[in-house]
């Protein structure tokens, strides 16, 4: 962050009950655009980020955990697309960084999503937190932007909301690198993941926007799709052919049957 060639900026570090080195390094830095809080309680993920929101004073909010990293002309390439008073949000690629099978790959191979891309994101959901920059006025006055029951999707909620108002506008170089170590959230509560899209499914399902996109419908195609993975991971086979069996065709039912096929052991390596 600190490397930026953007040099406008300020960093709310929400330290969040850390039990690891975050504090010590953050206040190593002599810099005035750096503030420090440490949380009276520890909270769950999304609420925390709200309450780090809350310290800021910008008229544009990006996010970046403490295990990921921006590369230095990120801010820069990304401020200008605000220019467009239409454009709400916005996103870039970003290099997958896997230091157990020390391997690096971008993120996405083919163009993400961009413009009005609300029903694209349904179909293909490719913005990654780390990469997200937020106009404070594409935000609700007065009420925190994630919703602090997820733990696990709330920028997608977030996301998903802001697309139905606004533009977004993307970059398709990486400009941010995404570490996996084995202890990231959403790959160590796989079934909390697909819990929270079940609910937001749901709730959005009478959105007038969002619950009547096309491909709000290939959205439910996916959790069923993860229930079946979860279930193969389990060892439970006849339930995990039931989910595939409630699919359409698609990639994603066709992976599910690759799957059904693979040993135990083959499929866990594959996890993680």
């Known amino acids: 962050m600190i490397a930026q ?8 570090f929400w330290d969040n009950q850390s039990a690891d080195s975050s504090a010590s390094i953050v206040k190593s830095y002599s810099d005035q655009r750096i503030k420090y809080y440490y949380a009276p309680t520890h909270t769950l ?14 008229d544009l909010i990006a996010f970046l955990d403490v295990d990921d990293w921006w590369l230095p002309e990120k801010l ?18 970003y290099w997958v960084d896997n230091q157990i099978k020390n391997k690096r790959w971008v993120a ?13 994101l349904l179909s293909n959901y490719t913005v990654g937190l780390l990469t997200l920059v937020v106009r404070l006025t594409a935000l609700s006055p007065n009420t925190p932007p994630f919703d602090s029951r997820y733990h696990i999707i709330g920028d997608f909620d977030l996301v998903i909301r802001l697309s139905a ?11 941010a690198v995404y570490r996996i170590h084995g202890n ?5 509560h796989h079934e909390l993941t697909v819990a929270e899209l079940e609910c937001w ?17 290939k959205n439910k195609m996916g959790i069923v799709y993860h229930h079946g993975v979860i279930a193969l991971l389990s060892g439970k086979r006849a339930e995990a052919f ?14 599910l049957l690759v799957a059904w096929f693979l040993p135990l052991e083959i499929l866990k390596k594959m996890k993680n």
Request: hydrophobic share 35%; net charge neutral; with cysteine.
């Open 184 to 188: 990231n959230e959403s790959t160590k």
């Open 45 to 58: 993920l999304y609420e925390a980020r709200n309450y780090g929101f809350a310290k800021t004073s910008g």
């Open 165 to 175: 108002l606004w533009k977004l506008a993307s970059i398709q170089d990486p400009m």
């Open 201 to 217: 499914q749901e709730e959005h399902s009478t959105d007038l926007i969002v619950g009547n996109s096309p491909n709000f419908s």
């Open 242 to 255: 039931s989910y595939f069996m409630k699919m359409n065709w698609s990639g994603l039912k066709l992976r």
């Open 108 to 120: 996405y191979k083919k163009p993400i999503s961009s413009g009005r891309a609300l029903d694209g």
């Open 76 to 93: 820069e390439r990304q401020i200008p697309l605000f220019n467009d008073i239409d454009v709400g949000l916005a996103c870039a690629n």
């Open 5 to 12: 060639t953007y040099t406008n900026w300020e960093i709310i």
